[in-house]
């Protein structure tokens, strides 16, 4: 028998009957941490599991939806917070495994948690933001900025080139030093 996790959910009155459909409620955490990066959910952080199971010629057919909260931090400013996901998913569970990659039925039972476990995933942003006008922080000071801030950088000259500053802006590249007019170009 296969290791036993509050999502593994019994099947045993539906299996093989078509038409039969039963709604199992489970919350319980992933028991991992799920997620890399700057999103990630912690190992006991609960899941609120929804499931319709339906009982179909080829399997079980799982649709659902999982609620769960992450830990993120924002990519702007980088601040921790929580963020709040609900994922939907569809999946079926086939009596014979025609697939490699098929969820199966095994044991009159399903094995919720690899498909919870890769809708959760998916759901993670990449680049979390902990509201949507996040100005970040600012590059000189590492301050955060106020929502709405703009930074607008001060104008710095780079000492290699604050010799050239002495060169007034009348100086034309047509002129070369004795007068003449260099030749145009057409």
Excluded: N
């Amino acid at each position: 028998m296969a290791t036993t996790h509050p999502f593994t959910l019994s099947v045993r009155d539906i299996v093989h009957k078509p038409g039969r459909m039963r709604e199992v409620e489970e919350t319980a955490p992933f028991g991992d941490k799920v997620g890399e990066g700057l999103a990630a959910v912690l190992p006991d952080q609960p899941i609120e599991l929804d499931v319709r199971l339906e009982s179909v010629h080829e399997g079980i057919l799982a649709t659902g939806q999982a609620s769960v909260t992450a830990l993120a931090t924002c990519s702007r400013c980088l601040t921790e917070f929580d963020l709040d996901l609900d994922v939907d998913f569809v999946e079926l569970f086939a009596y014979d495994g025609a697939s490699e990659t098929d969820y199966l039925v095994v044991d009159e039972s399903v094995d919720m948690l690899p498909v919870v476990r890769d809708a959760v995933v998916l759901a993670l942003p990449f680049q979390p933001v902990d509201r949507p006008d996040c100005s970040g922080l600012d590059p000189e000071t590492g301050e955060r900025l106020e929502p709405g801030t703009v930074h607008e950088p001060t104008e710095t000259i780079d000492p290699r080139w604050a010799a050239l500053q002495g060169f007034s802006s009348d100086v034309s590249d047509d002129e070369s030093e004795e007068g003449a007019q260099a030749p145009k170009k057409e």
